[in-house]
């Protein structure tokens, strides 16, 4: 299993940023995937995750309606559109295999991580 | 949402000794749908625990998770070197009825004294 996230970097408030993360090693369309972050020094924040098939997906509520998880299974991609970005977004966000299909559980797999940082 | 409070919040240990850990949670987790993660520095978390007290592949039998309803905890029964890191746990029962949230506790730290 392997998960490499990209589309991090430098972003001034308010602006927008697209994460991506490619997966291989794995059928990508049996499984949940999620977003989790880690602030500078803190721990761990479940982000976003979504089922399958797209049928299913969550939000935490610091994120909820400016994030917006997809995938697109065909090309074997995860993604997450953040707009509207807020210093506390500053995080590396990780990308990350449920071991369920249509639920959201527990994480069994984890990429390296895109850093995000979220300043004037 | 299910907060979960892990304690302590630090603790300083040698090796070969046996440690507890507790993760307490805000209301019931359904079905003891609790897991475990272990990260070091400068590393991604790494799945120890699901299900309460189901080892996941690879994790030595030194680790091993017990609990349910509102209280659960992590012991490790003897110290290796490699155990000094953070540790967090995280619950996914609410999302037996909905996706989400899930949530973390804010992790215990695992020091060598």
């Known amino acids: 299993v392997q998960l490499v996230e990209s589309g991090g970097g430098w972003v001034q408030p308010g602006r927008s940023l697209r994460l991506s993360c490619a997966a291989s090693?794995?059928?990508?369309?049996?499984?949940?995937l999620h977003w989790v972050r880690q602030a500078p020094g803190k721990g761990l924040e479940w982000v976003a995750g979504?089922?399958?098939?797209?049928?299913?997906?969550g939000y935490a509520d610091s994120v909820k309606g400016r994030f917006t998880i997809s995938r697109d299974n065909v090309k074997n991609s995860l993604y997450l559109q953040m707009n509207g970005l807020r210093a506390e977004d500053t995080a590396l966000y990780y990308c990350?295999?449920?071991?369920?299909?249509?639920?959201?559980?527990?994480?069994?797999?984890w990429g390296q991580g895109t850093l995000v940082t979220v300043s004037s | 949402e299910i907060v979960l409070t892990q304690s302590p919040g630090t603790l300083s240990l040698s090796p070969g000794q046996r440690v507890t850990l507790s993760c307490r949670a805000s209301?019931?987790?359904?079905?003891?749908?609790l897991a475990w993660y272990q990260q070091k520095p400068g590393q991604t978390p790494r799945l120890l625990i699901y299900g309460a007290s189901s080892r996941a592949t690879g994790i030595p039998d030194r680790f091993s998770g017990s609990g349910s309803g509102t209280d659960f905890t992590l012991t490790i029964s003897r110290l290796e070197p490699e155990d000094f890191a953070v540790y967090y746990c995280?619950?996914?029962?609410?999302?037996?009825?909905?996706?989400?949230?899930?949530?973390f506790g804010q992790g215990t730290r695992l020091e060598m004294k």
């Open positions: 979504i089922s399958y098939n797209s049928g299913n997906i």
């Open positions: 090693g794995f059928t990508l369309d049996d499984y949940t």
């Open positions: 990350v295999k449920d071991r369920a299909m249509i639920t959201a559980t527990y994480f069994e797999s």
């Open positions: 995280q619950q996914y029962g609410s999302s037996s009825i909905t996706f989400g949230p899930l949530s």
């Open positions: 209301q019931t987790v359904s079905s003891r749908y």
